[in-house]
């Protein structure tokens, strides 16, 4: 289409040049054409449109068009600046969200090794979530419902860390377990699956890959369902 109208363009203004000249010429009355009468009018004309004379009696309509092109140009370059910005943002969004959610799944693997060794460890080492409490809030911002789950996790093992103390139930010890497994694999399966503004909706229905967790809780004697209010965010025949 646009070769088509570059080809037909230069003689739709030749078309319409000549036209026009004779339009010009049957209002002048100077005669026959290129009679010496009409040569005189014909350099004034030439003058008039090379001097840019012509522009005198459209100055009005000719700065108003000029001042419109002039806003229409700052919409385009502020829309483009403001989409710029936008993607920029974004980007940063998202990045913040992959490390929230890989600092905070490394934490709760680190959890997951610590409860496993029993309370066999001397002095009693650090609490594994020395760093959830500054990226727990970014999980929020990625959905709060994901911010809600790692955090009630948190706290449930955590729980088992203080109180172990070589007393708890072996149940309770792989149960813990398959907590932090279940968080770690959650986050990391959320980071790799981001929109582009760094969230994820967990409401909506889409059920995350179990892959090796599975694996990971059978080896623990777990079973999925045992792992009341977060069991169905993950398709198990996966």
Not at 99 to 109: D, H, N, P, Q
Not at 137 to 156: C, E, N, T, W, Y
Not at 206 to 228: E, H
Request: proline share 5%.
């Amino acid at each position: 289409m646009i070769d088509g109208f570059r080809r037909w363009a230069p003689i739709a203004v030749a078309i319409w040049a000549l036209m026009a000249f004779i339009a010009w010429h049957y209002e002048s009355a100077c005669g026959f054409f290129f009679s010496g009468v009409c040569f005189s009018q014909y350099w004034a004309g030439l003058r008039w449109i090379l001097l840019l004379k012509w522009i005198a009696p459209y100055q009005t309509l000719l700065g108003g068009l000029a001042a419109v092109a002039a806003g229409t140009f700052v919409l385009l370059a502020a829309k483009l600046s403001s989409e710029q910005a936008q993607t920029a943002e974004n980007a940063r969004r998202k990045q913040s969200a992959i490390v929230a959610c890989s600092i905070v799944a490394g934490e709760f693997r680190d959890a997951q090794i610590q409860v496993s060794s029993g309370p066999f460890n001397f002095p009693k080492p650090p609490t594994p979530f020395a760093q959830s409490t500054t990226y727990i809030p970014l999980l929020h911002s990625i959905d709060p419902m994901l911010g809600s789950i790692v955090s009630a996790q948190k706290r449930d093992v955590q729980q088992h860390l203080d109180s172990s103390g070589g007393f708890d139930a072996y149940r309770a010890v792989q149960v813990t377990q398959a907590k932090c497994y279940l968080v770690w694999h959650l986050l990391l399966s959320i980071s790799e699956r981001l929109d582009a503004g760094g969230t994820y909706n967990l409401r909506s229905g889409k059920q995350l890959p179990a892959g090796q967790l599975k694996s990971l809780l059978n080896d623990l004697s777990v079973a999925p369902r045992s792992l009341t209010g977060v069991h169905f965010l993950f398709d198990w025949e996966t």
